[in-house]
């Protein structure tokens, strides 16, 4: 029994020291339109380091959920419906969709909110795509795990974010662009997420730093929305440029596209979460919103593969490897199995590298089937 306990402990304390935990929910609201957001309060009586989120929903009925840190809500109930999640600008905290897993910081790495910060509420934000029934009532929600002990660094969101466009019907080969040229002080970029709606199929960050381009992320938002962790922390620094491309594939949808707030527009959104030390983070900028054009150079074109997948997901395709030519003779003569098949998208240059018969990895697979449909 101890042994267990010292386990459980030791899977709670991963990413940082997880002591106490908060849940933010629904009282069991009505969702009689499309394209409802509801937000409900906290408001904060003490000084909390936010160390975990994870959400309390399901994405057959929520489109997404933000957490904001906000100085003053717009009134004084507690549950709103539209409106805004704070009566200032406010700060994005945390965002889900599609039921992506919990997330915890890394070690020595918090949000501070509440005490002598601007942040004296937590706002929870939700999107319900589509009314329910008449008897439905919802209690969706967010779980945020913190400590009372300061941590040495403060983690925070830079958000690419473009705040409008119009894309076509019928069209497979779309794209928004966005770029800042980075002035703040250096953060250390630790994981991403994209979100859009339908019809993205793919959004990427890109850094320039002294002339060189590398890849920070790029993912399918038609996965599970969640933050992923980088196999190795990103920096970036002031003089730097930092870009990202939202791609859209319109050729199944007879009307013109807008960005926009409902699941009928389309989003174009790229969360970089960062940690810096605590005397600089209140300097950091937070959104880029700027839309630019870049290409990227021809020479970048053959970014291995361990920039375009994560590191967890190469240890599966490794094990499945491995497993195939063990148990299965046959499998070792097969070119299918040791050799798959390289495709290059002509866009950006980037490989990607997945087989036909690879249905163990969920990207891959959307990958290869979009492939197969002509959206590559």
Known sequence: ?????????????????ISESIDIILPGVKITQDDVYYHQSYKLDKTMYLTGYEALANSSVVHHLLVFGCKETPGTQHTWMNSNACKDSGSILWAWALDAPRFTMPVNVSMEVGGSTDIKFLVLELHFKTK????????SGVKLFFTTTNTKYRAGIYLFMAESGTLPPHQPNLQIDLGCNYTSPQINVFAYRTHAHSLSTRISGYKVHNESWSVIGSRDPRLPEAFIRLDVV?????????????????????????????????????????????????????VCSTQVEFTVPQQKAEIWYKEYLPGSTLYVVF???VMVLVISPVAYGSRRYLCPTRYKRPKDGFEKLFGPDDEDDDEDEVLYRSYKNGGY
Do not use: W
């Open 319 to 321: 094990g499945i490897v």
């Open 132 to 139: 329910q029934p008449a008897n439905y009532e919802d209690n």
């Open 1 to 17: 029994m101890k042994f267990a306990k010292f386990i459980l402990l030791l899977v709670l304390g991963v990413g940082s020291a």
């Open 234 to 286: 990103d920096v970036v620094e002031p003089g730097d440029t930092v870009y990202a491309r939202c791609e859209y594939d319109s050729t199944g949808r007879n009307r013109t596209t807008v960005i926009g707030s409902t699941h009928r527009d389309e989003m174009c959104n790229l969360y970089l979460m960062y940690y810096a030390p605590r005397e600089t983070i209140a300097s950091v900028a937070d």
